[in-house]
T-cell receptor, first 115, second 112 residues
Framework: EAEVAQSPRYKITEKSQAVAFWCDPISGHATLYWYRQILGQGPELLVQFQDESVVDDSQLPKDRFSAERLKGVDSTLKIQPAELGDSAMYLC?????????????FGSGTQLSVL | QQQVKQSPQSLIVQKGGISIINCAYENTAFDYFPWYQQFPGKGPALLIAIRPDVSEKKEGRFTISFNKSAKQFSLHIMDSQPGDSATYFCAAGRSGTYKYIFGTGTRLKVLA
């Protein structure tokens, strides 16, 4: 089965540095999501793209977080500057939008540690 | 009104036993309730889902029971196996939006 690709797998950075995460969704999936999962909690939606357009970024801390999906395929999530509280797993997911099961396909995530 | 409360936080079950995880939601507009399974180092994967027009859905050893009036739903894992050891998340949302509120997760350990 096709998978959502994410990189890097792990990222350690110092407070106030910039970090970036990359995601390549399943081919043909028009909708892409970035989630944040804090240890011991469920995933929380940060931003949703439909093709190259942002359809929901209401939970994205826009003073330090940005996300783009320029060509409507792969996507980058950036944090600048990183803060201690940003330590979490950042998950990318995609969906076909036509699946009756409404299935989100998640990648394996990027584990961010801010020191 | 956007919370999904999940319990227990952790669960230990003997092989062959029944695992039961409960969730409660607040928003009556929610009409789609999936369960996701997450293994260490992996992203969550859809396990089973239910819509409120039925009170129960079964897929293999996994069953969702849904109580619309109580705004509660639960996952039952029959004949639990060590390979079922994972973290389980319930979620709720509006059908067609693909945007869900996830519970806090239940870490299940099935003893061999």
């Amino acid at each position: 089965e096709a998978e959502v690709a994410q990189s890097p797998r792990y990222k350690i950075t110092e407070k106030s540095q910039a970090v970036a995460f990359w995601c390549d969704p399943i081919s043909g999936h028009a909708t892409l999501y970035w989630y944040r999962q804090i240890l011991g909690q469920g995933p929380e939606l940060l931003v949703q793209f439909q093709d190259e357009s942002v359809v929901d970024d209401s939970q994205l801390p826009k003073d330090r977080f940005s996300a783009e999906r320029l060509k409507g395929v792969d996507s980058t999530l950036k944090i600048q500057p990183a803060e201690l509280g940003d330590s979490a797993m950042y998950l990318c997911a995609s969906s076909a939008g036509t699946n009756s099961r409404e299935k989100l396909f998640f990648g394996s995530g990027t584990q961010l540690s801010v020191l | 009104q956007q919370q999904v409360k999940q319990s227990p936080q952790s669960l230990i079950v003997q092989k062959g036993g029944i695992s039961i995880i409960n969730c409660a939601y607040e928003n009556t507009a929610f009409d789609y309730f999936p369960w996701y399974q997450q293994f260490p180092g992996k992203g969550p994967a859809l396990l089973i889902a239910i819509r409120p027009d039925v009170s129960e859905k079964k897929e293999g050893r996994f069953t969702i029971s849904f109580n619309k009036s109580a705004k509660q739903f639960s996952l039952h894992i029959m004949d639990s196996q060590p390979g079922d050891s994972a973290t389980y998340f319930c979620a709720a949302g509006r059908s067609g939006t693909y945007k869900y509120i996830f519970g806090t997760g239940t870490r299940l350990k099935v003893l061999a």
